[in-house]
Structure formats: C-alpha cells, structure tokens
C-alpha cells in the first residue's frame, strides 16, 4: 500500500509508477517563500506537488508577472520543456506556502513516458490545463484594466485558500500583478470604499459574496 503522502497522485497514477517515483524520485520540502527553481537555473525534473502551493512566475528587470499556481496532484509544464530539452529554466517557482513534492528525474523522463502511459497520460492533460492558465493571463492584460485585475486576482486568492480572510501584503500583490506597491494600496483602498472589501493591517478580508464580483 502506497503511504498517505502520495494520496494526491493516486488518482493520477497506477501502483507500478507511484513505487518508480517512491523509490527513484527526489523528495523535497519547501519552507514558505523558497524557491524550487530560478531563471537560467538547470532544470533537474518535473516537480510533483503532495502538499501546499507553489508560484510560477516569470521576472524581469522591471517587474513580474504571475503566470500560474502548482496545487497538490499537479505539476509544471515549463519544467517539462526544460528537461526534455535540456535548456535553462525560462521561470521561478516559488513555495507560497509550506510544501512537499517529489521530482521525477530528468533522466528518467522519457523512459518512464514510454513505459507507463499514465504519467504521458498526465502530461498531457497538464499540458492543456497549464496552455489554458497562460491564456487567461494573457486576457487579463489585455482585456482588463488593473482594477478588474486585481479583483480577479483577489477572487483567486479566496479559491486557492478557501478563505475570505487573505494574509497577503501590497506589495506581494503588487508583485504578482506587475505593478507598484502604490497603485495597489490605492486600488484596495477604493475597494474598500465602495465595500467590496476590508482591510486590516496584516490582511484583506472579501466582503462582499465571490458571485458579485467581476
């Protein structure tokens, strides 16, 4: 019997791939804001999310942009093309909360896709989730302006923690948003003006039912 920590990847994977990754994936924990993986870093594997939460994000000079969240049972299709091809990474992924994962090795990847169709099954299946997240990004900055964004993105916040009660700073939002810490305290404070929000000193309490917003 597989042990409780790969429950979330069950659903996903037959007894013969979950011993393969048991006995030869790499097991890591993430502390809260450390990083799994750098620009221009040697991608090692594909990360396999048991616990937590991570963050994709693409960095520039100037400012980043937030591309999607790693929750637990899913993986990075970034960190696919980098081993399959054996580039640089493109992105950072970031632990936004404590998180357990296993990496399946570079090396074995093109093994394991050929011998068990559950894992290619997988990918793909990622691959189209992920092409689906990047779409909706790119919507959100050409389509929105940034107050809808930042609603949007606070809408998020409240699906991916099952909470109205968000421990976020400004100026993390402005970060994940691409903006300054300025425009952002700004925007929420407006937001809370017309009572769509609360906002304390250390968190941004949704007021207002999630069907209401835009």
């Not at 594997?45 to 637990?72: A, F, H, N, S, W």
């Not at 990496?103 to 290619?120: G, Q, Y």
């Not at 929105?144 to 916040?157: A, K, M, S, T, V």
């Amino acid at each position: 019997m597989e042990p409780d920590y790969l429950k979330p990847l069950r659903s996903h994977f037959g007894k013969d791939l979950l011993s393969a990754i048991e006995e030869e994936g790499i097991f890591v924990e993430l502390q809260k804001g450390e990083r799994l993986l750098s620009p221009g870093a040697i991608v090692p594997g594909i990360p396999l999310i048991l616990t937590g939460r991570i963050k994709v994000m693409r960095e520039g000079r100037d400012k980043d942009m937030l591309l999607y969240y790693l929750q637990e049972g899913e993986s990075c299709i970034m960190s696919l093309a980098g081993c399959m091809h054996q580039k640089a990474s493109q992105v950072a992924a970031i632990a936004e909360v404590d998180s357990t994962l296993y990496i399946l090795p570079a090396h074995l990847l093109r093994t394991w896709m050929s011998k068990f169709h559950t894992l290619t099954h997988f990918l793909m299946d990622l691959y189209e989730k992920r092409y689906l997240d990047l779409l909706d990004t790119i919507d959100q900055f050409v389509f929105f302006n940034l107050e809808d964004r930042l609603i949007h993105y606070l809408n998020q916040q409240v699906a991916l923690t099952h909470s109205s009660q968000l421990e976020l700073t400004h100026q993390e939002i402005a970060r994940d948003l691409g903006t300054s810490r300025e425009v952002i305290s700004r925007l929420l404070k407006k937001l809370q003006a017309i009572g769509m929000i609360d906002l304390s000193h250390k968190s941004i309490t949704l007021v207002s039912p999630r069907n209401n917003w835009k």
